[in-house]
């Protein structure tokens, strides 16, 4: 069983940064590959980037490429969201996902252990 905890949403004006966290519990922490989704009203959940935390592979949507970086500290079992150079259409509730499948996967439906969100919102 793996559980998450998400914080550092707010709201922020276009072209500013925020840093997402998130905690994950149990002790497979390193077996897991860990991902940032987000959901914004009206919209599908979509992933937004993806880490393996044993090697640190990544993977990120084309729509956060060079804005966004995703990275992990295995010795806290964290996993962080940076995100830069914010848009409005950034705004979503953003959640901490986790499977113990092997891939990086942008598919929201493999991922077994969710967070409870936070939400982000950009004003322009």
């Known amino acids: 069983q793996v559980q998450l905890v998400e914080s550092g949403g707010g709201s922020v004006q276009a072209g500013g940064a925020l840093n997402l966290s998130c905690a994950a519990s149990?002790?497979?922490?390193?077996?897991?590959?860990m991902g940032w989704f987000r959901q914004a009203p009206g919209r599908q959940r979509e992933a937004v980037a993806i880490i393996k935390i044993s090697l640190g592979n990544t993977y990120y949507a084309d729509a956060v490429k060079g804005r966004f970086t995703i990275s992990r500290d295995k010795s806290k079992n964290m996993v962080y969201l940076q995100m830069n150079s914010l848009k409005p259409d950034d705004t979503a509730i953003y959640y901490c996902?986790?499977?113990?499948?092997?891939?990086?996967?942008?598919?929201?439906?493999?991922?077994?252990?969710w967070g409870q969100g936070t939400q982000v919102t950009v004003s322009s």
């Open positions: 149990g002790n497979m922490y390193s077996s897991l590959h």
């Open positions: 996902a986790a499977k113990f499948s092997a891939g990086l996967s942008p598919r929201p439906t493999e991922y077994i252990y």
